[in-house]
């Protein structure tokens, strides 16, 4: 069994949102995603044209993954290993609230905490400082997470999908 997070629905959404929302930016910004897992979307922002392209994971299997697929991609819990600013920011966070039903491995790639917003609330702190002036992040998030602290960006709703037990949304953050 691969530890490593498998594309999903979140997945492919934000893909399509990278796809849709960038297709006219300046292929030299510099792009850090935050928890690449497979690499998905940094292979959607390669074939795109974008060059400055790095990632971060705790997970060992998805960094070795994404290095063999020639991405440069280091250990880090969030910003915790990245010194420098970023033009864009992405995170497709573990983003539902807990459950006791669910087990520790699968839990590391789906909870974010207990009311799923932990997770994603230490991240809204750690990246503000890790935005230029003009920076964004696009950031995935559902229905079910509850409690996201929002306060310290403007945000707009880039799209949002039903499913059959959540909504999917993925919002664009500016400081």
């Excluded at 995935?140 to 949304?169: A, C, M, P, Q």
């Amino acid at each position: 069994m691969s530890l490593v997070y498998e594309p999903s629905e979140d997945s492919y959404l934000l893909q399509e949102v990278l796809m849709n929302h960038l297709k006219k930016r300046s292929k030299k910004i510099k792009i850090i995603e935050i928890g690449t897992g497979s690499g998905i979307q940094l292979e959607t922002l390669k074939k795109m044209g974008f060059k400055n392209l790095s990632g971060v994971d705790k997970n060992e299997d998805a960094i070795n993954l994404c290095k063999q697929k020639g991405f440069e991609v280091i250990w880090s819990n969030l910003f915790s290993n990245i010194k420098e600013k970023f033009d864009l920011i992405i995170f497709n966070p573990p983003y539902l609230p807990a459950d006791k039903r669910e087990d520790t491995e699968s839990a590391i790639s789906t909870s974010g905490g207990k009311n799923g917003s932990e997770l994603i609330n230490k991240f809204l702190v750690e990246a503000k400082t890790h935005l230029e002036i003009k920076g964004k992040i696009i950031l995935l998030v559902s229905n079910l997470t509850k409690g996201i602290d929002w306060e310290r960006y403007t945000k707009r709703l880039l799209v949002e999908k039903k499913l059959f037990f959540e909504k999917l949304e993925v919002w664009e953050l500016k400081v």
